[in-house]
């Protein structure tokens, strides 16, 4: 029963999430799960470890050029160049999470749009010869026919984003269950009181740091995969709040958020770029309402009444797990 | 070994450049102190002033009355985003203010490209006269703009040192509860502060649009540099930020000489080191939220 309950959830949502498919179109399905995969890591930074990550697009960036260019230079299998986006992404936070976890939380925002800023204009500017400027790295004849699944073909794709999305989330439900989630949760609410019951606090940090930014990673190789191609548009400093904002929108620290979040999101933003060019003034204005609209966000709201809603009384008694602001 | 020439003008350069990212960045370190709020859109500020700068000097042909203008377009503005916005969002997170500010800094730019549209707009030197130092031929506009940078800075500390409401604000900075408790309006206060802050930035894109081209883009090609300066200053202090302004300056400008893509990297690698040193900049105070 205990380990129903533990799948129930996962298994509807994703199942929802196929039936999403049926009702839209396919480049919006695609688009949607990996917008919410790269959104989770925001989410757990922001709603667990009481980080403002600003700079995602930096590591989203990371594993998109790291897979990228492994196309690009080296071989044409896609699995194996998805492998070497999220071993970029673990090498690039491997090396900016100690300097970073140590900084107070405004800072800690700051300099990671910083960084985001920074990767982008590496990208443009200076490392031209590796990621060819502004023109990008198409890489997208160079993707070799797998057999079970072949990532060149979009529906299948479909179906290797939404297995891998469904093991993302698995594992991000079975960290907030964990002694470490619980951990990530007292690091965000006192962490004095954490340190003085002997935990590392900034050990706690790294590992969380970590995990975020190399699933944002993975976001970002399953992007360079999907769009067969990669530009330093992907980090462009315009976008850089995106993953924030549908952490907002749909819930901060809830775990189907993002899911419900990536879905409005996106939704809006192509209805938005259908009526008008000025997609800038669009998103600032979005971003302004969400703000102003409330922290619970959309799946923060739902969730609760659905509770009440589909369970029983009895089951419906026990405590939701995870972050409430 | 770099030329003497190049380098006496390289310094110039830089320390022009570092003054109007002082101007910029100033008022981003006087709304965290005061209010602790993290306002990106005073990079907003900076675009309007230098596209205002642009249109009157178009109109008029007096550069001056343009960047005059600039700034005072630039305090309104900023005044009517405080009162519109900030008010409702003083007592959340820092989280809240950040976002809020790069969404109007995000639609203030789509707004700028409806207005001006999307080509970049030339602004003319209103000083072309040169002046001979050791030997190396320096527009006097870039000593201009240094100048301003200085008085801004000397009329920021009287105002803050000298003046009842500079000491009020200053108060505030350290103890918002303790000058509420005195009697002092504070919200009047943070409006003061949001406006000065906003007039300085637009002074910044008034007074560097005749050495650039006004693009819509602008706020956001300086967004690193303004994160640079007032994270290696320290969040909340003006003369971190006076400091950090100058050595960004620098360090871009005669990095430039050695090795122009890297140059703009450099500031990165000063920040990291400086966060590893002491992680709230170089004259930051270790002050957590108030």
């Not at chain 1, 019951?197 to 706690?204: A, P």
């Not at chain 1, 999101?265 to 008008?276: P, V």
């Not at chain 2, 006004?214 to 007032?230: E, I, K, N, T, Y």
């Amino acid at each position: 029963m205990n380990a129903f309950r533990w799948w129930r959830g996962l298994v509807s949502a994703f199942g929802l999430l196929y039936l999403l498919r049926l009702l839209l179109p396919l480049p919006f399905a695609n688009e949607v799960i990996i917008f919410s995969i790269y959104t989770i890591g925001c989410n757990f930074l922001l709603g667990h470890v009481g980080l403002i990550s600003f700079g995602q697009p930096a590591y989203l960036a990371v594993g998109a050029y790291a897979t990228a260019s492994y196309l690009y230079y080296f071989g044409t299998n896609p699995y194996v160049g998805i492998l070497m986006g999220v071993a970029g992404g673990l090498a690039a936070s491997l090396f900016v999470g100690p300097f970073f976890v140590r900084l107070r939380g405004d800072y800690f925002a700051l300099v990671n749009l910083a960084l985001a800023v920074i990767v982008f204009y590496l990208t443009q500017n200076v490392l031209v010869a590796i990621t060819h400027g502004d023109n990008g790295l198409l890489i997208v004849d160079r993707l070799s026919r797998t057999p079970v699944l072949d990532l060149s073909r979009p529906n299948q794709f479909f179906i290797f984003a939404l297995l891998i999305a469904f093991a993302v989330w698995a594992f991000y439900k079975y960290l907030d269950d964990s002694i470490y989630g619980a951990c990530c949760l007292a690091a965000k609410i006192n962490e004095n009181k954490l340190r003085f019951l002997g935990y590392d606090d900034r050990g706690i940090r790294l590992l969380a740091f970590v995990i975020a930014n190399t699933t944002t990673a993975l976001a970002g190789a399953m992007y360079a995969v999907y769009l067969g191609f990669v530009s330093p548009e992907i980090t462009s400093p315009a976008r850089a709040a995106d993953p924030l904002v549908v952490t907002i929108l749909g819930g901060v620290g809830t775990l189907y958020g993002p899911i419900v979040g990536a879905v409005v999101y996106t939704g809006m933003m192509d209805l938005a770029s259908k009526f008008m060019s000025n997609w800038e003034l669009i998103i600032g204005i979005v971003l302004v309402f969400v703000m102003l609209a409330g922290e619970k966000g959309i799946w923060g709201t739902l969730e609760p009444r659905l509770k009440r809603a589909l369970l029983s009384p009895a089951a419906g008694s026990r405590p939701i797990k995870g972050a409430s602001r | 070994m770099i030329d003497a020439h190049l380098l006496t003008s390289g310094i110039i350069f830089g320390l022009s450049l570092g003054s109007i990212f002082f101007l910029m960045t100033v008022g981003l370190s006087l709304c965290f102190g005061l209010m602790r709020i993290i306002s990106l859109d005073q990079l907003l500020y900076y675009s309007l002033g230098a596209y205002v700068t642009y249109s009157i000097s178009h109109a008029t042909s007096y550069v001056w009355l343009g960047v005059l203008a600039g700034a005072v377009v630039g305090g309104l503005a900023a005044f009517a985003v405080e009162r519109l916005l900030y008010r409702r969002i003083y007592e959340r997170d820092i989280t809240f203010s950040m976002i809020t500010s790069f969404g109007m800094l995000i639609a203030g730019i789509g707004a700028i490209k409806y207005i001006w549209g999307l080509t970049p707009r030339p602004v003319s030197v209103p000083i072309t006269a040169e002046v001979d130092i050791l030997g190396t031929l320096v527009p006097i506009y870039r000593l201009v703009i240094i100048g301003a940078a200085f008085v801004v800075y000397a009329g920021i500390w009287l105002f803050l040192n000298r003046t009842m409401v500079g000491k009020a604000i200053r108060a505030g900075i350290e103890n918002v509860e303790h000058v509420e408790g005195l009697g002092i309006n504070v919200y009047r206060l943070f409006a003061v502060t949001f406006i000065i802050a906003g007039t300085l930035s637009a002074l910044a894109g008034g007074l560097y649009a005749p050495l650039i081209m006004v693009d819509p883009q602008m706020g956001l090609d300086v967004l690193a540099f303004a994160f640079m300066v007032v994270i290696i200053g320290g969040l909340g202090s003006i003369k971190g930020t006076f400091v950090s302004a100058f050595l960004v300056g620098q360090v871009v400008s005669l990095g430039s000489l050695a090795y122009a893509p890297l140059a703009q990297m450099a500031p990165f690698a000063i920040m990291l080191v400086v966060l590893l040193v002491k992680p709230t900049g170089l004259y930051g105070s270790p002050l957590l939220k108030r």
